[in-house]
Every structure is written in structure tokens, then in C-alpha cells.
């Protein structure tokens, strides 16, 4: 095999860029340096500064990226190579990790299922078929090997979890700086624009444009959403919580990578996933969603996961490679 080292990369990035962010924003940029080393950077202007203050769920969309540019180096034959950036001694804050191409390997069978889900996954936000999932085990794993943990939430506690999702919808959509950033990142039918979220699959009405702001002025939103979140919840065949041991940068990219190994695997199963993380974006609820699960550490993914009861229809666009891809010279 006599790979150009430097389109194995490119090819990287194109694999990285079909990860999940939160609401799409896509806040990353990637920089080919030296033709064997991709550094990962975060975006700043790309943070949902009214939802993600911290910029916590930013690094783990990064991290979501960085775990698929590790599944196409690895299926392209190539040993990847990750160093992970203390923001303390970064001399640019920004970078969050570099990846290497490391020495030359075969492929195997797992790497090659891997990047083949990685092509076939998406965020299906409609309810699943109440069928039960009964081994959940290769989706734990997964979360394992990246250094978190996952536990599935009995039916019991759904309950309990739905509760706080749907007063954490509550609380959101009253907030000015929540609806800002919604209505940034909401893509009504017809845009043009590379990210976002197509507002169709919110189902909050209409999707033409004057429908989406005419919703996000609705002061029953929440309470609508909330009682439709929360509905979910409770009729969904599996409930997963993601957590890592710490709550730092470092750990919040672990758990990006985490959550996409998650999501692949979950994929080779047949199963789709939808997010309800805006339980873990209102603090008290965060500490609560901890306490449900049980263990020492911090919550930092929470997902729905089930067989789909209609195929997307409206997948989320991604902006082209150019956008986010730097080549030094």
C-alpha cells in the first residue's frame, strides 16, 4: 500500500466532519501539519453561548470528530496517534488534540464495520417502535474503551428522568439567551445554509420561516416540548447516561469520542439515537441526573436509542471540507 499520508488526512477530516454536534453548530476546524499530523481545533465562534456557557458540549462535539478521524485512519491502514492538549500548556487554547499517522497496519474487520457506520449513522428525533433492546453490552463497551462510562436507565427511573427533562425544556425555552441561540441555529425549509438543525424535525409546526419564529415566540413552547420530550423518554426501548470520572476539558473530549463510539456501535445494531442533554444544561438538573444514575462521576451525555418508526427524512447538512480544513505549507 503507498498511501499519500496527506490525502489519508484529507480523507480524515471528510470521515471527522460527518460527526455530531450539538445543534449542528459543526465547532471545529482541522490544520494538516507537516502532511502526517492533523491538529483538532475548536471554534470559539461557533459556541452556543446562551446554552453551553462553559463550553462543554462544544469539546465533546470535537470529541465526537476526532474519534471518527481515529475510525478512517485506522480503516485506511494507518496506526492513529492521538495526543490530548492541557488547555494550561497549549500555546494556542484553542487546540484541543493532534492525531498522528502512525505506523502501517491491516485493517481489521472491526475497523472496517466502523466506517461503515460511521457513513450510515444519524440523530433520528422521532419515537421508536417499542421493541425491546435486550443487550446493551457492546454499546457500554464501547464507552469504556474511551474512558467513560455508560449506564442504562431502568424503567423506574425513566420516569424520573422524564420528569426532569420536561422542567428542563421548561426552564430553557422561558430564557431569552436559550431562545437566541435556538433561533440561530434552527434552518428553516429552503435554506441554503451548511448546519443547523432543519427546524422540521423539532416538530414544533411550521417550517416555513415564518412558522419557526412564530413557535419560538410561542410562550407555550416549552410546555409543549417538555410534555413531548418527556413522552419519549418513557416509551423509549433503551435510555442511555454517559459520565466520565472528572469534568474537565480533557474529560469532556473523552467523552465526545465516547458518545461517537457509542453511536457507531449502536449503529451496527440496527439501533438510531436522538439527544436529551438539555437535561445536563441547567446544573441542578445535572446534579440530579447524576444522582438517578448512581455512581460517582459526572453525566455528560444522556440518549434515547431505539429501532426507528420512520427513516429521517431531513438529515443535517455539514459545510464542505474547505470550510474547516487548513493545509500548512
Avoid at 478521524?69 to 494550561?88: I, K, Y
Avoid at 466520565?244 to 438510531?272: C, F, H, I, Y
Avoid at 464542505?320 to 487548513?326: A, R, S
Wanted: aromatic share 6%; net charge negative.
Amino acid at each position: 500500500m503507498n498511501a499519500d499520508p496527506n490525502q489519508v488526512l484529507r480523507n480524515a477530516v471528510a470521515a471527522a466532519v460527518m460527526a455530531p454536534s450539538s445543534y449542528n453548530t459543526q465547532p471545529w476546524r482541522f490544520r494538516i501539519v507537516g502532511g502526517t499530523t492533523l491538529e483538532l481545533r475548536a471554534d470559539p465562534a461557533r459556541q452556543l453561548r446562551g446554552i453551553d456557557r462553559d463550553g462543554r458540549q462544544l469539546v465533546q462535539s470535537c470529541g465526537c470528530a476526532l474519534y471518527n478521524a481515529r475510525v478512517a485512519v485506522r480503516a485506511m491502514g494507518f496506526t492513529d496517534e492521538v495526543s490530548v492538549m492541557l488547555v494550561s500548556e497549549a500555546a494556542h487554547p484553542e487546540l484541543l488534540a493532534t492525531l498522528h499517522l502512525g505506523p502501517m497496519r491491516i485493517p481489521t474487520d472491526e475497523d472496517h464495520t466502523a466506517i461503515r457506520a460511521l457513513a450510515a449513522r444519524h440523530t433520528n428525533r422521532r419515537p421508536f417502535l417499542p421493541v425491546p433492546v435486550a443487550d446493551v453490552a457492546p454499546l457500554v463497551a464501547a464507552a469504556a474503551r474511551e474512558g467513560a462510562w455508560a449506564v442504562r436507565i431502568a424503567p423506574p427511573q425513566k420516569q424520573v428522568l422524564g420528569a426532569l427533562i420536561e422542567e428542563a425544556d421548561r426552564l430553557q425555552y422561558a430564557d431569552p439567551a436559550f431562545r437566541a441561540d435556538l433561533e440561530r441555529w434552527l434552518a428553516s425549509v429552503g435554506s441554503r445554509r451548511r448546519d443547523g438543525i432543519p427546524f422540521v424535525e423539532k416538530e414544533y409546526g411550521s417550517a416555513m420561516p415564518f412558522g419557526v419564529m412564530r413557535a419560538l415566540r410561542s410562550p407555550s413552547l416549552g410546555d409543549r416540548v417538555g410534555q413531548l420530550e418527556e413522552e419519549m423518554v418513557e416509551g423509549a426501548p433503551v435510555v442511555l447516561v454517559l459520565g466520565t470520572d472528572s469534568d474537565e476539558p480533557p474529560a469532556w473530549l473523552a467523552s465526545g469520542q465516547a458518545l461517537e463510539a457509542v453511536l457507531l456501535a449502536a449503529t451496527g445494531m440496527e439501533l438510531e439515537a436522538a439527544f436529551l442533554n438539555q437535561v445536563l444544561e441547567v446544573p441542578a438538573l445535572r446534579a440530579e441526573v447524576g444522582a438517578l444514575v448512581g455512581r460517582t462521576g459526572y453525566p455528560q451525555v444522556v440518549l434515547r436509542l431505539g429501532y426507528a418508526s420512520e427513516p429521517l427524512r431531513h438529515p443535517a447538512p455539514r459545510r464542505e471540507l474547505d470550510e474547516v480544513l487548513e493545509i500548512a505549507s
